[in-house]
Each structure stands twice: as structure tokens, then as C-alpha cells.
């Protein structure tokens, strides 16, 4: 990266973070002639979406058709609302589906080619969309985007912390204060975008909100600390909907270092079985019922089981067996041993599960979705998760074109919000996988509509 020594005090717009909304919305303005700047605070880019690891949900996108998967917008609609608790801003989430699978085609531009799919909880379909070689789907696309953002000539800064937005007398935001490792600078702008992700790390915000959840762990990188809400609320921008925060049901918590264990593996075919070896919940139920499925049992967590056959198919199981979260057994017996939960129980139920899978049909928990394969190839693994503090529903207040809105719902003129820092898309529950779409269609949309403001405003 530049150093700081070489940060202009002038540009047409600012992007504060470097996460997929950053960077998609950097790469979508200047394709449309803005000479643009991104800051980040953190030593590398990426943010809280180079975490991410199942996929990026679309409908109607032609890596469905190709793979004969014939999907439409209105369902992708309905199951994200019902999936938000019917609390979702209702022409976000249109905006969102209807200019989710122009997305995918939009990558593709840049070589980001998410041509596999899977599915996650809530969905009917295969949505989520990730790459061939089906690596973790976020640092795939920060990586990528980072070197296209390079190679397009954008300045991109990291060790940029901004700590203040500017307005002129007409109450327009012009610019920003940056701290550097060179000292305080002042950047001007004619736009700036706040996409510097949520809060889940910040235990200050959380108590605020959801005093209940702050002893909860988080999947959160440690930057993720509600910066851009601070900036914003200065300005009195409106924050909504903030206690919605989303506890993902599958995270290892057993380490200093918490790792969020992919929707996707359980898309792919894995179950949920608690101490006696059973398992209690339709495993792609929402996130926040299958969390509480597993805060209910009151056993210290549960055990994500799987085998050679799934795992083939979930690249990430790779990294988490690297570095330790995986346990093995040559077969079932053996497997329950080591995690200590019960052989004879855990046998009957691979035994019941597999059945299930052949007839297509879950009597005990209704599941209908990533039961493409038995659970019949060791040897076996299993993962212990625990649920913990995965995202942020809330944020500021945005309309369709990701201005920004005041306290009396006004536009603030000038400033801009993409990502997981705004709120509403969601309602009160994420679907899994649609972050990473959010942060490069709503990424995208900043980029034009900050494009489109500095044209009318010269």
C-alpha cells in the first residue's frame, strides 16, 4: 500500500473501509470518471466481509441456469422477509433481489467468477453463489477486489483512520478528518461513503443496545466497531433498528481466536446432534432459531457432524482441520468417542438421517434443503460450535439510493452509506449469504449514485 506521505488533500469522493462495499463501490465510481480515495484503518484491506465463507446469494442468475436451477425474484423476496420477521425495509430488500444477479454478472468483469452453488438457511433454492474452487467466498473477493481497485489506479490507504466528516456552510459533507501515522490530515471531497461494516465487536455499542448478548463471543474481525455510526450520529444521521444484532448458531468459541464455522457445510449436507447424539432442530432453519435451538439444550454447545462425502464439497473444512477444530473418527463409533457423545444414539441417527435423505423426506424436523447426499462415507468428522455474535442488522438510515438520512428523514447532502453500517435490508434476522451480496450491490448502487451527485453538482 502508498504510504501516507503520498495522500492527496483533494478528490471527488471518499469510501471509509475496505470491505466489499468499499471496495465495490471505489471500483463502480471510477469506472464512471470519479477520481476516488479509499481509507482504511485496519494494516490490510478486506474488513469483516474477508471473513466470510459461504456464499453470495442472487436470483435469476445465469450461474443457476447453467447449472439447470430455475429460480425467480419473487421468492428470493418473500424468504428474505419471512427470514427478517416481515421487518425488513420493504424497497431495500426490492432493490436488493431485483439487482442481485447483475452483481454476478458485474464481478465477472473483474475475473471474480462465483460459478458454484449452495444454499443456506431459509432458502428454497441454491442462491449462494461462490467460487469453483470453493474456497471461502469473502477473501476471495476482498483479495481480488483489492488488486482491481490496485490495478485501476485507485489510491487506496490502509493505517487511515478517519475520525471526523466536514460540512460546509450549506451543511454538505465535503471531506474528512484522517489520522495517520503522519499526523492529522484533512482530505476534501464533493461525496463521501461511510462503508466501514458493523459493530459486533465493539462490547460498548452492544451493552448499549443488547445488554443480553454482551458476554457473547464474536466472529466479528476486531475492527468491526461501529466507527461509521459515531461519524454519522455527529452529523445527526438516524440510526435504526440497532438491537437487532444476529447470533450465528455454528462458531468454534473453544480458542482465544473465534472462527465462524460456513453456513455452507450444513447446506452441503451436515447435521446437529447434542450430547445424547440426536440431533433437535432442522439444522437450515433461520439463524436465529437454530441458534436458540442450541442455547436451549444447555449442554455446552453441539457437534456439527459430517463426512468424507460432504466435506469433499466445503472447501473451508480444509483450513478448519488445519488449524484444529476438526476431530476424526475411522467410523461413527469411534467419532463419538472422541467428542463424548453417545455411539448407540449417534449411529441410529446417521442410520435415520440417511433414510431421510433417500426418501427426500425429514419426518422428525421438516428439513427439505441440503440433503443432496448420505451421511455414509468415513471416516467421519465433527466440529464443536457454540452460537456467537456474528452481525448487525442495524445501522444508519438509507434510502434505495444509499443516501444518507437525518433524524427527521431528511437527506444529509453529500454523505453516502453501503454495507453492513447501514440498516433495514435485513430485518430483524440475516439470511445467510446475503451480506456479501448486499455489500457489492448496494456497493455498486453508492458508486453510481455518488457518480450521479457529483455530476449535478458541478
Known amino acids: 500500500m502508498p504510504n501516507t506521505k503520498e495522500l492527496k488533500n483533494k478528490y471527488d469522493a471518499i469510501v471509509v473501509g475496505s470491505g466489499g462495499a468499499g471496495l465495490t463501490a471505489a471500483l463502480q465510481a471510477h469506472e464512471l470518471g470519479l477520481n476516488v480515495v479509499v481509507l482504511e484503518k485496519k494494516e490490510k484491506t478486506g474488513g469483516n466481509t474477508s471473513r466470510a465463507s459461504s456464499g453470495m446469494n442472487a436470483s435469476e442468475s445465469l450461474v443457476q441456469l447453467d447449472e439447470g436451477i430455475i429460480d425467480n425474484n419473487r421468492d428470493f423476496y418473500e424468504e428474505t422477509l419471512k427470514g427478517g420477521g416481515l421487518l425488513n425495509d420493504r424497497a431495500m430488500l426490492k432493490y436488493f433481489v431485483n439487482h442481485s444477479a447483475l452483481a454476478i ?6 475475473g471474480i467468477r462465483l460459478t458454484d452453488l449452495t444454499i443456506t438457511g431459509g432458502m428454497s433454492k441454491k442462491r449462494a453463489h461462490r467460487p469453483a474452487s470453493m474456497e471461502p467466498v469473502g477473501f476471495y ?3 481480488r477486489m483489492t488488486t482491481q481497485v490496485k490495478k485501476a489506479g485507485i489510491d487506496i490507504f490502509t493505517g487511515a483512520k478517519v475520525t471526523k466528516l466536514l460540512q460546509d456552510a450549506k451543511k454538505r459533507v465535503n471531506g474528512v478528518e484522517v489520522e495517520t501515522p503522519d499526523g492529522i490530515k484533512t482530505v476534501k471531497a464533493k461525496v463521501v461513503l461511510l462503508a466501514t461494516g458493523g459493530f459486533g465487536a465493539s462490547k460498548d455499542i452492544i451493552k448499549k443496545y443488547r445488554p443480553d ?3 457473547y463471543k464474536t466472529t466479528n474481525q476486531p475492527g468491526a466497531t461501529g466507527d461509521g ?3 454519522a450520529e455527529a452529523l445527526d444521521a438516524q440510526l435504526m ?4 444484532i444476529q447470533v450465528h448458531p455454528t462458531a468454534d468459541t473453544d480458542n482465544p481466536h473465534v472462527y465462524l464455522i460456513g453456513e455452507g457445510l450444513r447446506g452441503e449436507g451436515a447435521i446437529l446432534v447434542n450430547k445424547n447424539g440426536q440431533r ?3 439444522e437450515l432453519s433461520t439463524r436465529k432459531i437454530v441458534s436458540s435451538a442450541i442455547t436451549n439444550l444447555h449442554e455446552d454447545g453441539a457437534y456439527l457432524i459430517f463426512d468424507s462425502g460432504v466435506r469433499a464439497h466445503f472447501a473451508a473444512v480444509e483450513f478448519y482441520d488445519q488449524i484444529g477444530l476438526v476431530e476424526h473418527g475411522t467410523d461413527l463409533a469411534d467419532l463419538a468417542k472422541k467428542i463424548g457423545v453417545n455411539g448407540a444414539n449417534l449411529e441410529k441417527t446417521i442410520a435415520a438421517w440417511n433414510k431421510s435423505v433417500a426418501t427426500g423426506k425429514d419426518k422428525e424436523f421438516g428439513r427439505t434443503t441440503g440433503m443432496d447426499r448420505e451421511l455414509d462415507r468415513g471416516p467421519y468428522f465433527a ?3 457454540h452460537p456467537a455474535i456474528h452481525y448487525t442488522m442495524g445501522g444508519i438510515h438509507i434510502n434505495t439510493e444509499t443516501q444518507v438520512l437525518d433524524t427527521n428523514g431528511n437527506v444529509i447532502d453529500g454523505l453516502f452509506a ?3 453500517v447501514s440498516g433495514g435490508l435485513h430485518g430483524n434476522n440475516r439470511i445467510g449469504g446475503n451480506s456479501i451480496a448486499e455489500t457489492v450491490i448496494f456497493g455498486r448502487q453508492a458508486g453510481i449514485q455518488m457518480a450521479k451527485y457529483v455530476r449535478e453538482s458541478k
Not at 105 to 110: A, R, T
Not at 241 to 244: A, G, R, T
Open 213 to 215: 448478548l454482551v458476554d
Open 141 to 143: 473477493l476482498t483479495s
Open 105 to 110: 454478472s458485474w464481478l465477472m468483469k473483474y
Open 241 to 244: 433498528q440497532m438491537n437487532f
Open 418 to 420: 453501503a454495507g453492513e
Open 229 to 231: 455510526l459515531k461519524l
Open 383 to 385: 466440529i464443536h460450535v
Open 280 to 282: 433437535f432442530v432442522n
